[in-house]
């Protein structure tokens, strides 16, 4: 028998001594957020970088940053903003009429003087989110 010593430090924890394998999930944005803003180089200088790149694909990443950043008003965000969230499939409806995902674009969107106000991009978002065209349904 081998000898083993384990030490338990707060939390919950569970023993398996049959066990042949341990997963270990975690759930909510935190997480995420302490692993890749550590491990991006880019996010060291602009932390929205880090936060973005859990709904945005690293590599579409500076193609989105500049579309933003060419915004003059909130409709041209929000156009923006639908095209990304139906090119990413981490985004969601919910997601990109969220403060926080909006506070994240916000400082890209160098050229937008008028509207730019949480709420004011979030109707826009929303208005944009109606006008899109269904998706034809089999019947």
Known sequence: MNDITIN???GNNQIL????????????DQYAEKILGTSTPDSASIPELGKLS????????PGYISQIGECLN??????????????????TEEEIVKERFIRLLLPFATKLEKGRTIDNLRARINDALLSRP??????
């Not at 066990?19 to 909510?28: I, K, P, R, S, W």
């Open 74 to 91: 909130a409709t041209e965000f929000a156009r923006i903003v639908i095209s990304i969230f139906e090119q990413e499939s981490r985004l």
């Open 8 to 10: 338990i430090n707060g």
């Open 17 to 28: 001594p049959n066990a042949t394998e341990a997963v270990q999930n975690f759930y909510g």
């Open 54 to 61: 859990l709904y945005i694909d690293k590599v579409n990443l």
């Open 134 to 139: 269904k998706p034809n349904r089999i019947k």
